[in-house]
């Protein structure tokens, strides 16, 4: 599969097969953050869930252990590839109950409404956030609980790590560039709660976390440098320099060097939870 970024594509990190590696660093990163907000948004036993923007299927499998054998979860994804491997998972997990499907995230589904709508990292990708949830906001019944994480990439601009560490500065203001200069938006968790009002929404509840953490064994090292590895085709063709294939390939152990020899520790990006029911 080529590297070439599709600029007609509004996901910023690509879709090679090694970007789903990522994605599951990514998924056991944000996995209690992302429970304790289905949980307090309403995501309950038996009912049907849409996940937008679904990806390797994280959100989704949580959400399925949430409704259980009697209900059921339908991710959607634009990208026909990330579904099938998302569909493999659910394979290899004997989760009947979890399907998958490549799909906009503002179509209206012919198998709605559905009880619950989901998502994470995926607004702050839609040149129009509102628009795309208020788009999606139509396959699901009135009452339902809608349930978003955010990152807000913006927050570690100036602090980000303690001791001070020079090279995941570099990274954080890489990754920044790239993203800003795709069109996504670094703001998007703390600007979840206009999002969701703008989409027809209530205002919601929105909690903020981020995980802080040093030490040998963090999943943070690799997480970030397959981050930036995904990110090289779109910062290629945005022209925008610091890393390149080599410098990745022992970025996770320099990280990972640099912080144990000064006992530090790295916070990832912050992300926002917000839950509301609609209207």
């Known amino acids: 599969m080529s590297d070439r970024h599709d600029a007609s594509d509004p996901y910023v990190l690509g879709h090679l097969p090694r970007e789903l590696d990522r994605l599951d660093l990514q998924g056991a990163l ?4 992302t429970r304790r907000a289905l949980i307090a948004g309403g995501v309950a036993a038996g009912m049907r869930v849409l996940d937008l923007g679904s990806g390797s299927g994280d959100v989704s499998f949580l959400a399925a252990e949430l409704v259980g054998p009697g209900g059921s979860v339908l991710g959607i994804d634009r990208d026909a590839g990330t579904v099938e491997a998302a569909r493999s998972r659910a394979r290899h997990r004997g989760a009947a109950h979890v399907a998958f499907r490549a799909a906009a995230i503002s179509d209206v589904l012919e198998d709605g409404p559905f009880d619950a709508l989901v998502g994470r ?13 208020r788009g999606a906001l139509r396959n699901i ?19 980000h790590s303690l001791p001070h560490s020079p090279l995941y500065d ?6 920044c560039a790239v993203v800003r200069g795709a069109g996504a938006d670094l703001e998007a968790g703390l600007r979840l709660r206009r999002t ?9 509840v929105t909690r903020l976390e981020a995980h802080v953490e040093g030490g040998p064994d963090s ?7 397959e981050s930036v590895r995904s990110m090289l085709p779109q910062a290629r063709t945005l022209g925008i320099p610091g890393f390149d294939d080599a410098a990745v390939d022992t970025l996770a152990n320099r990280l990972r060097d640099e912080v144990i020899s000064q006992n530090g520790v790295l916070m990832n990006w912050p992300v926002v939870a917000a839950w509301a029911r609609v209207p």
């Open 30 to 33: 944000y996995r209690d953050v």
């Open 196 to 204: 969701f009002m703008s989409a027809g929404l209530p205002g919601p």
């Open 141 to 159: 019944r009135p009452g339902g609980p809608v349930v978003f994480i955010e990152s807000c990439m913006a927050a570690l601009a100036d602090y």
């Open 170 to 175: 570099a990274v954080v203001r890489w990754k």
């Open 121 to 133: 990292f995926i607004l702050m990708h839609q040149p129009d956030a509102p628009a795309a949830l």
């Open 219 to 225: 999943l943070l090292y690799a997480y970030m440098a």
